[in-house]
């Protein structure tokens, strides 16, 4: 099958083809200085294109003087293959590849693309938990029920005992109960969408186990 590459020898269609990609795309030299950029990249740090080019990426999107050591562009100059890496700045998270383009048998570019992950991860962190809550609430729930349904069994034979135990079986059973609203909590908590962590002691966020139970 023919296939006429000549389009693409065209500058001006190659950055069409790098403005349609949806994730930032910049293309550098091995000095990392950048050569092409995609409008997404452009977009996302508020620059326009004649304002990066030439710049050191690293400077742009790390915020730093030189190239970080575990970026996947530096890990892919030394093993001359398509590297991938993660780094986060300004609380987002980004997913990065750097893919060497060879020239003469030596690296004349490297493709280097930035996806921003931060809402896959948060929606994969809430889904953990609430899987995990729903597993756990579950869990407590049958053992729950048999300490209860015993004690209610001993509470039935209360006149025959003494009323040190008859006070410990009203505290077991208060106790049960109370744990009993907790699971409900959790289980309603499971199926009401986005959780959310509210401050705790020592600088500590747990599971707002109320909000379930409000929606």
Not at 11 to 20: F, G, I, K
Not at 61 to 79: P, R, Y
Not at 171 to 178: D, G, K, L, R, Y
Request: charged letters at 25%; a negative charge; glycine letters at 6%.
């Amino acid at each position: 099958m023919h296939r006429d590459s000549s389009l693409f020898k065209e500058p001006d269609v190659l950055q069409e083809v790098l403005d349609a990609i949806p994730d930032m795309v910049i293309i550098i030299d091995p000095e990392y200085r950048i050569l092409l950029v995609n409008r997404e990249f452009c977009h996302n740090y508020g620059l326009e294109n004649d304002e990066v080019i030439g710049v050191p990426y690293y400077r742009i999107v790390h915020g730093h003087d030189i190239a970080k050591e575990d970026c996947s562009c530096t890990v892919a100059l030394v093993s001359t293959i398509h590297e991938k890496s993660e780094f986060s700045r300004f609380k987002r998270t980004y997913a990065t590849t750097a893919h060497p383009i060879f020239l003469d048998g030596k690296i004349a570019a490297l493709v280097h693309t930035f996806k921003d992950i931060t809402d896959l991860r948060e929606r994969a962190r809430q889904k953990a938990i609430t899987e995990t809550v729903g597993a756990v609430s579950h869990e407590l729930t049958q053992p729950l029920q048999i300490v209860l349904a015993n004690v209610s069994l001993l509470t039935g034979c209360a006149a025959e005992l003494p009323d040190a135990v008859r006070e410990r079986l009203a505290i077991i059973e208060e106790s049960v109960t109370n744990m009993g609203a907790l699971i409900r909590k959790l289980q309603n908590l499971s199926g009401s969408g986005p959780v959310e962590l509210i401050p705790y002691e020592g600088g500590d966020r747990i599971l707002d186990i109320n909000r379930g139970e409000a929606l």
